[in-house]
C-alpha cells in the first residue's frame, strides 16, 4: 500500500523558517519524481518544487531563493525547507511522488502551513 506521510506544517511568523518532512512507503523511492504542491482556500493546486529521480530540481518562481528541496533515498524521505516565510505561502503543502516508469501519481494528505503578519 503507497503512503505518503506530510509532517512539518505549524504555524509561523513573517520571516520565519519551517521544514517539511514527506516519509514513504509502498513505492520504489529512487525512481519517483517527488514534489511538493500547496493549495489555498479557494486557489488551485500549484507546484512549488521538485526534484527529480536524479536530483534536478525545479522551483515556482514565487519560492525561488527562499524553498529548497531535498531528498534522501536511503530514508524514502523528501524534505522542504522554507525559509523567509511569508503571509502568502499559508497553504496546505502535498507531497507528490510521480513513478517515471507506471507513470503513476500517488499524494499524502497534507499538511497546513500558515505564515502571520
Known amino acids: 500500500q503507497v503512503q505518503l506521510v506530510e509532517s512539518g506544517g505549524g504555524l509561523v511568523q513573517a520571516g520565519g523558517s519551517l521544514r517539511l518532512s514527506c516519509t514513504t512507503s509502498?513505492?520504489?523511492?529512487?525512481?519517483?519524481?517527488m514534489g511538493w504542491y500547496r493549495q489555498a482556500p479557494g486557489k488551485q493546486r500549484e507546484l512549488v518544487a521538485r526534484?527529480?529521480?536524479?536530483?534536478?530540481?525545479n522551483y515556482a518562481d514565487s519560492v525561488k531563493g527562499r524553498f529548497t528541496i531535498s531528498r534522501d533515498n536511503a530514508k524514502n524521505t523528501v524534505y522542504l525547507q522554507m525559509n523567509s516565510l511569508k503571509p502568502e505561502d499559508t497553504a496546505a503543502y502535498y507531497c507528490?511522488?510521480?513513478?517515471?516508469?507506471?507513470?503513476?501519481?500517488?499524494w499524502g494528505q497534507g499538511t497546513q502551513v500558515t505564515v502571520s503578519s
Open positions: 509502498g513505492i520504489i523511492f529512487s525512481i519517483n519524481n
Open positions: 507528490n511522488a510521480y513513478n517515471t516508469r507506471s507513470y503513476v501519481n500517488s
Open positions: 526534484i527529480t529521480s536524479r536530483d534536478m530540481t
